[in-house]
């Protein structure tokens, strides 16, 4: 089946420090991946996606790139603010799939 | 902002108690889903539906009933409340399968004592 492995975390960083989320998948089919942001008391937003192949995911100065041949997802910032501190959450679902299957999550913490 | 509501926001039961939790939209959308977000364990599957009185099972749906009568509405029912049940949940909606992405309610957080 479907599963999602992403870093445990949590994770602390200084503001404008690079952050790296690591996310790995198993997929049977050829699934979309994604990455949600939760910030404090909310529900979760789609940060970005991508659905084929060395397609790059951007938004909010976050990137991520699909890459099939080490079936990763991993997210980027170059450099982070106080308000990207939220919890990250890298999830998949196949091309014909209800089913999101997400991975545990990061919490990352922001420190000015 | 989709157009998601959750409803109660917080809720606090006894043991044994029956609780539904509702879920509602004004997006239109075909599909709609129950979830349920614990430490350690991202967001996990209750149940979902794929239109008006078809629903299926997720991957932890013991002890939860839904229902949707509607197109907008979505609930989800604790039949027996027990403690392993306080979770926060989340309800989420989406136009399709595969690359449509899921739009997240605001959560219902409750505990049960």
């Known amino acids: 089946g479907n599963s ?3 870093m445990e975390g949590p994770v602390t960083l200084s503001e404008e420090a690079f952050l790296t989320i690591n996310c790995t998948y ?8 994604f990455w949600y942001v939760q910030y404090p008391g909310e529900g979760l937003q789609l940060l970005l996606k991508a659905t084929k192949a060395d397609d ?5 100065g976050f990137e991520a790139t699909y890459r099939k041949e080490t079936t990763s997802f991993h997210l980027e910032k170059g450099s982070v603010q106080v308000s990207d501190s939220a919890v990250y959450f890298c999830a998949l679902r ?3 799939d209800y089913k999101l299957s997400f991975g545990a999550g990061t919490t990352v913490t922001v420190r000015a | 902002d989709a157009g998601i509501t959750q409803s109660p926001r917080h809720k606090v039961t006894e043991t044994g108690t029956p609780v539904t939790l509702r879920c509602h939209q004004t997006e239109n959308h075909r599909y709609m889903y129950w979830y349920r977000q614990d430490p350690g364990h991202g967001l996990r599957l209750i149940h ?4 008006v009185k078809d629903t299926d099972k997720g991957e932890v749906s013991d002890g939860y009933s839904v229902s949707r009568s509607k197109t907008e509405d ?3 029912t604790l039949e027996s409340a027990t403690s392993s049940q306080t979770s926060v949940y989340f309800c989420a909606i989406s136009e399709g399968q595969g ?5 997240f309610g605001p959560g219902t957080r409750l505990t049960v004592t």
């Open chain 2, 48 to 51: 979902y539906s794929y239109g």
């Open chain 1, 56 to 60: 790059k995911g951007s938004n909010k």
């Open chain 2, 74 to 76: 979505f609930l989800l």
């Open chain 2, 99 to 103: 690359f449509h992405e899921q739009y």
């Open chain 1, 94 to 96: 196949d091309l014909n």
């Open chain 1, 26 to 33: 198993t997929a049977t089919g050829y699934p979309s991946l």
């Open chain 1, 4 to 6: 999602v492995t992403q």
